[in-house]
Nanobody
Framework: QLQLVESGGGLVQPGGSLRLSCAAS????????IAWFRQAPGKEREGVSC????????NFADSAKGRFTISRDNAKNTVYLQMNSLKPEDTAVYYC???????????????????WGQGAQVTVSS
């Protein structure tokens, strides 16, 4: 069974930080492109960040540049999203997604990803 499980969400004040984890089971994340998406109530799903299967290509949404970092720990079969300087507009359910293509690049287009987690709630509020 192929499964992705997000963890690390919660409530944080503006300016604070959270680290989300995406743990894979049933398959190895090596060689898979991994992406983080988020969806706020009443809004479409938005790509946040991605890392290519090769590890050599990383992309961020403009809203995340300079504040978020994506990383991979292959030994733990886990991908992380470190979120700093959080803003109220970052409030959303965050999803991780995986697909074995493309290998040398990554995309923030949700339709290309075959495997999805169930999401983790992130709330930024004072």
């Amino acid at each position: 069974q192929l499964q992705l499980v997000e963890s690390g969400g919660g409530l944080v004040q503006p300016g604070g930080s959270l680290r989300l984890s995406c743990a894979a089971s049933g398959f190895t994340l090596d060689y898979y492109a991994i992406a983080w998406f988020r969806q706020a109530p009443g809004k479409e799903r938005e790509g946040v960040s991605c890392i290519s299967g090769s590890g050599g290509n990383i992309n961020f949404a403009d809203s995340a540049k300079g504040r978020f970092t994506i990383s991979r720990d292959n030994a733990k079969n886990t991908v992380y999203l470190q979120m700093n300087s959080l803003k109220p507009e970052d409030t959303a359910v965050y999803y991780c997604a995986a697909d074995r293509r493309p290998y040398y690049s990554c995309s923030l287009r949700a339709s290309i990803f075959a495997y999805w987690g169930q999401g983790a709630q992130v709330t930024v509020s004072s």
